[in-house]
Nanobody, 126 residues
Framework: QLQLVESGGGLVQPGGSLRLSCAAS????????IGWFRQAPGKEREGVSC????????YYTDSVKGRFTISRDNAKNTVYLQMNGLKPEDTAVYYC???????????????????WGQGTQVTVSS
């Protein structure tokens, strides 16, 4: 069974850090582009960051640039999202998702992503 499982969410004060993990089971991530998405209460789900399979190129939405870093460890079959300088507006359920891109590049749109994790809650509050 192909699965993505997120972990690492929690409650953190503004300015704090969390590292989210997205672990794959049942398949290897080597050929998969992985994206992180988030959905805040009452809002649509949005793309946060993604990492390509071909060259590990990365993309970030403007609101997290300079604060979040996505990376992959294929040996551990895991993708990470390091989140620093967290703000209350980062509060959301965070999801990771994967797909095999034809040209190896990730995208920030949900459309091509085939596999989704169950989500992990991140709450930034004092």
């Amino acid at each position: 069974q192909l699965q993505l499982v997120e972990s690492g969410g929690g409650l953190v004060q503004p300015g704090g850090s969390l590292r989210l993990s997205c672990a794959a089971s049942g398949f290897t991530l080597d050929y998969y582009a992985i994206g992180w998405f988030r959905q805040a209460p009452g809002k649509e789900r949005e793309g946060v960051s993604c990492i390509s399979s071909s060259d590990d190129s990365t993309y970030y939405t403007d609101s997290v640039k300079g604060r979040f870093t996505i990376s992959r460890d294929n040996a551990k079959n895991t993708v990470y999202l390091q989140m620093n300088g967290l703000k209350p507006e980062d509060t959301a359920v965070y999801y990771c998702a994967g797909f095999v891109p034809v040209q190896g590049l990730c995208v920030m749109s949900e459309a091509p992503y085939d596999y989704w994790g169950q989500g992990t809650q991140v709450t930034v509050s004092s």
